[in-house]
């Protein structure tokens, strides 16, 4: 499919791909010899890569989903069917992934493959409300979760005041920052630090309630159907929130140029993962800590907020890739996709969500949060995997190391699409919000991309800006 480059749009001074160019001046002005390539390096092993995704997979929507997904479903019956139907989807989303992601060896993923499949607007659609809504959402949800079960074990006679949660919660938000910004080795291993924690802590969780189970403890389970009965209107938002308790499983397609070997550790990563994370949910129930483990259940908040802290971290780090390959495509500022000279590390990418993150953290509630982004992200994850489908068709022959049957993406893409759609009835302001935010996106790509015809002084401050933070970051373009 041939499309219109978009560098080739603003390559003569837009607003978001100045003049700039080159790396920073090197001291008497001349190259270092045997100077490093300035380059994100391929550091993701198969080990790393599951820890990427199960350890931001299992953070605070483990403990959040639950309750939203039981207020839309109103049974115990119909919410545990939910789940078990979400954990398939996310298979199947996961699979797909695998054949995207072995077929098109970039980084960026929904970004990329939308880019690739449906041209420039809606790819640039798609990042525009990934950075203005959907990742700062995000991270704010599983930041806030952090901030109070960090600071629940310091207020179990009362309540956590919100002010403390939040400023906690801005201090973890600042600590993932920093350490993405520093060193993606560091990043990597804290990664798998955490998702260690984290499966220990669901293991000291499920172990006392599967043995009560096997003695017959099972009275939680009787009439699970019983309750006020499930509406049409209701499953949108219980398939949000029991498809964000098992949002993650994406995140190693945003990496794909940063893995060792993508055709062969991709695949593995994604298909060893999932199951680990069903079968661990499949036995979960959060309130046997409190039951069954007595005084030791003052440890389990801990455990959930490092478990959420891995999410962020993982989050964060991926998504970071996102920003940095749509900057290199020319969709966002140029000084997106420069790497700090002797960190490696995609600076810029990494820091400019924390302002926006900021404004989320002290503008919303948890679930109204929630629901706001999850409009937006399940229409491009679907529109993705429907792109997978269109590729089938119109590039027979392309290189495809890992295949599934055409009947996963399908019914994945299908999924996806009819529950965005229906959300607009049963939560017309959320979903309307989220709706209104996304078009923005078409209008800003002719102000920002197609338009390039700006005023000289407009291109000189914006030439100037990016110049200016180049040298306070210490970043210069790929090599």
């Given at each position: 499919?041939?499309?219109?480059?978009?560098?080739?749009?603003?390559?003569?001074?837009?607003?978001?791909?100045?003049?700039?160019s080159g790396g920073l001046p090197p001291m008497g002005g001349q190259e270092a010899p045997g100077?490093?390539?300035?380059?994100?390096?391929?550091?993701?092993?198969?080990?790393?890569?599951?820890?990427?995704?199960?350890?931001?997979?299992?953070?605070?929507?483990?403990?959040?989903?639950?309750?939203?997904?039981?207020?839309?479903?109103?049974?115990?019956?119909?919410?545990?069917?939910?789940?078990?139907?979400?954990?398939?989807?996310?298979?199947?989303?996961?699979?797909?992934?695998?054949?995207?992601?072995?077929?098109?060896?970039?980084?960026?993923?929904?970004?990329?493959?939308?880019?690739?499949?449906?041209?420039?607007?809606?790819?640039?659609?798609?990042?525009?409300?990934?950075?203005?809504?959907?990742?700062?959402?995000?991270?704010?949800?599983?930041?806030?979760?952090?901030?109070?079960?960090?600071?629940?074990?310091?207020?179990?006679?009362?309540?956590?005041?919100?002010?403390?949660?939040?400023?906690?919660?801005?201090?973890?938000?600042?600590?993932?920052?920093?350490?993405?910004?520093?060193?993606?080795?560091?990043?990597?291993?804290?990664?798998?630090?955490?998702?260690?924690?984290?499966?220990?802590?669901?293991?000291?969780?499920?172990?006392?309630?599967?043995?009560?189970?096997?003695?017959?403890?099972?009275?939680?389970?009787?009439?699970?159907?019983?309750?006020?009965?499930?509406?049409?209107?209701?499953?949108?938002?219980?398939?949000?929130?029991?498809?964000?308790?098992?949002?993650?499983?994406?995140?190693?397609?945003?990496?794909?140029?940063?893995?060792?070997?993508?055709?062969?550790?991709?695949?593995?990563?994604?298909?060893?993962?999932?199951?680990?994370?069903?079968?661990?949910?499949?036995?979960?129930?959060?309130?046997?800590?409190?039951?069954?483990?007595?005084?030791?259940?003052?440890?389990?908040?801990?455990?959930?907020?490092?478990?959420?802290?891995?999410?962020?971290?993982?989050?964060?780090?991926?998504?970071?890739?996102?920003?940095?390959?749509?900057?290199?495509?020319?969709?966002?500022?140029?000084?997106?996709?420069?790497?700090?000279?002797?960190?490696?590390?995609?600076?810029?990418?990494?820091?400019?969500?924390?302002?926006?993150?900021?404004?989320?953290?002290?503008?919303?509630?948890?679930?109204?949060?929630?629901?706001?982004?999850?409009?937006?992200?399940?229409?491009?994850?679907?529109?993705?995997?429907?792109?997978?489908?269109?590729?089938?068709?119109?590039?027979?022959?392309?290189?495809?190391?890992?295949?599934?049957?055409?009947?996963?993406?399908?019914?994945?893409?299908?999924?996806?699409?009819?529950?965005?759609?229906?959300?607009?009835?049963?939560?017309?302001?959320?979903?309307?919000?989220?709706?209104?935010?996304?078009?923005?996106?078409?209008?800003?790509?002719?102000?920002?991309?197609?338009?390039?015809?700006?005023?000289?002084?407009?291109?000189?401050?914006?030439?100037?800006?990016?110049?200016?933070?180049?040298?306070?970051?210490?970043?210069?373009?790929?090599?």
């Amino acid at each position: 499919m041939v499309r219109k480059p978009v560098v080739a749009t603003i390559s003569r001074g837009g607003y978001l791909q100045g003049n700039v160019s080159g790396g920073l001046p090197p001291m008497g002005g001349q190259e270092a010899p045997g100077q490093e390539k300035v380059v994100l390096k391929k550091k993701i092993t198969l080990l790393r890569g599951v820890s990427i995704i199960i350890g931001t997979i299992i953070g605070a929507g483990i403990f959040i989903s639950p309750k939203g997904i039981l207020q839309n479903t109103g049974s115990v019956g119909m919410s545990l069917t939910v789940w078990s139907a979400c954990g398939v989807l996310s298979l199947f989303g996961a699979l797909s992934y695998a054949e995207l992601g072995t077929s098109i060896k970039k980084s960026g993923g929904h970004y990329t493959y939308i880019l690739e499949v449906f041209g420039p607007l809606l790819a640039f659609v798609r990042v525009w409300v990934e950075l203005l809504i959907i990742r700062p959402g995000a991270t704010a949800v599983i930041s806030l979760a952090f901030g109070r079960y960090i600071l629940e074990p310091f207020f179990i006679q009362c309540e956590i005041p919100e002010l403390a949660i939040k400023l906690i919660t801005a201090v973890g938000i600042t600590v993932v920052m920093v350490l993405n910004s520093m060193s993606v080795s560091w990043s990597a291993r804290i990664q798998i630090f955490l998702t260690f924690c984290k499966l220990t802590a669901i293991l000291i969780i499920i172990v006392p309630g599967v043995i009560q189970l096997i003695k017959g403890q099972t009275q939680h389970f009787k009439d699970a159907f019983s309750g006020k009965d499930a509406s049409l209107m209701g499953l949108p938002l219980a398939f949000y929130y029991g498809m964000y308790a098992y949002a993650g499983w994406f995140y190693l397609n945003f990496l794909t140029e940063e893995v060792e070997n993508p055709e062969r550790t991709t695949p593995l990563v994604l298909c060893l993962s999932l199951p680990v994370i069903n079968l661990l949910r499949s036995f979960f129930h959060q309130t046997f800590s409190e039951r069954l483990l007595g005084n030791f259940s003052l440890a389990v908040p801990i455990f959930v907020a490092l478990s959420c802290f891995g999410s962020m971290n993982g989050g964060v780090f991926a998504v970071s890739r996102l920003f940095y390959v749509a900057s290199r495509e020319g969709h966002l500022p140029e000084i997106l996709s420069m790497i700090h000279v002797r960190k490696h590390t995609p600076l810029p990418a990494v820091i400019v969500l924390h302002p926006l993150t900021m404004i989320m953290l002290f503008s919303g509630d948890l679930y109204s949060l929630l629901n706001f982004l999850s409009f937006a992200r399940w229409l491009f994850i679907g529109l993705a995997v429907a792109g997978l489908i269109y590729l089938r068709y119109k590039r027979p022959d392309m290189h495809r190391p890992f295949k599934v049957p055409l009947f996963i993406p399908a019914l994945f893409s299908f999924t996806c699409l009819f529950m965005v759609a229906l959300s607009l009835y049963s939560d017309p302001f959320s979903t309307g919000m989220g709706f209104l935010i996304t078009l923005t996106g078409v209008p800003a790509y002719y102000l920002f991309i197609i338009w390039d015809k700006k005023p000289k002084w407009f291109r000189r401050i914006s030439d100037k800006i990016t110049r200016t933070l180049q040298i306070i970051l210490e970043v210069v373009p790929e090599d």
